[in-house]
């Protein structure tokens, strides 16, 4: 994806919950442990192979992570926008 299209989706997600804002001021919740471009690939990746979730590579953030932020992704409809993978 281009970096264009991560801009585009840096919006999208800033909607459903994967800002990447950490300087909001708030001090409330726990500090991410994954970037959300890490999780953005992570959710690509998935869609576009059809992995199986025990089969999902160690590079990755833990499969637990990245399938709670695809079903949320899924279920807002932002994966029917986002720029398909080539």
């Avoid at 991410?32 to 025990?54: E, F, H, M, S, V």
């Avoid at 160690?58 to 986002?82: I, K, M, S």
């Amino acid at each position: 994806m281009t970096e264009a299209g991560y801009a585009v989706q840096a919006i999208a997600q800033t909607k459903n919950g994967l800002s990447s804002d950490h300087d909001s001021g708030a001090k409330v919740g726990r500090p991410r442990k994954n970037k959300p471009r890490t999780l953005w690939d992570a959710i690509q990746y998935i869609a576009a192979t059809g992995c199986q979730w025990a089969q999902f590579p160690d590079d990755f953030p833990p499969f637990t992570t990245v399938q709670y932020h695809f079903y949320r992704t899924r279920d807002n409809g932002l994966l029917d926008v986002a720029e398909p993978v080539a």
